[in-house]
């Protein structure tokens, strides 16, 4: 938490970048994975792991700050939505995603609790809010992680899921070029 407040001074202050190199997306995202299964395990939550149909281009990104993104999600879906007992990540390919002629590696995390009160959704990222949630935190952890996602030039979104739960998506370019 510590460490998360002071990530986000560093936003504040124009002080925050990432470091980018060529990246196992994937690989990433399962050490994440690896990071949390026996946890939840222990809380009753079964982590389900959807990987890729297709093989995935190696992408720009940077490997810490995006594990600190998956990590936050994950912990998110868990604290927020654990009560569903299931959190489901999905990773797969988003080519020309909306028509917009970029290609886009998109990683889906999604619960099975309560969902986002929708009066809250709109709210949700912005830093210290923390909702109606009476769970423990600061209500940084999404702020932070969208602003990790922004700096690759990428989207998060949270939204309810069709059926029940949250969902985060997070949509990262398989290419720097415009
Ligand atoms: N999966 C989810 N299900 C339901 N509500 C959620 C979910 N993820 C986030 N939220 C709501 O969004 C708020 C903001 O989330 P955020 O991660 O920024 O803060 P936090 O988890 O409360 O605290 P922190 O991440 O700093 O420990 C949460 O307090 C909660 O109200
Ligand atoms: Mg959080």
């Known amino acids: 938490m510590v460490e ?8 504040e202050d124009g002080r925050f970048t990432v470091s980018i190199e060529k990246l196992d997306i994937e690989a990433e995202l399962e050490d994440a994975i690896f990071s949390y299964r026996e946890l939840f395990k222990q809380k009753g939550i079964t982590l389900e792991h959807v990987p890729s149909e297709e093989p995935l281009p190696i992408i720009p990104g940077d490997p810490e ?3 600190q993104v998956f990590l936050n999600v994950l912990d998110n879906a868990a604290k927020h939505g654990g009560s569903g007992g299931k959190i489901t990540v999905k990773i797969d390919l988003a080519a020309d995603h909306e028509g917009s002629g970029k290609d886009y590696v998109r990683i889906a995390v999604r619960d099975y609790g309560p969902g986002i009160p929708p009066d809250e959704l709109p709210h949700v990222k912005y830093k210290f809010y923390k909702g109606s949630s009476k769970a423990r935190g600061s209500g940084i ?3 932070v992680c969208e602003e990790i996602v922004r700096l690759h030039s990428g989207v998060l979104n949270i939204e309810n899921a069709e059926g029940g739960g949250a969902v985060v998506t997070i949509l990262l370019p398989v290419s720097n070029n415009p």
């Open 4 to 11: 998360e407040l002071l990530d986000f001074t560093r936003i």
């Open 65 to 67: 700050r995006l594990k």
């Open 141 to 143: 952890g999404l702020a």
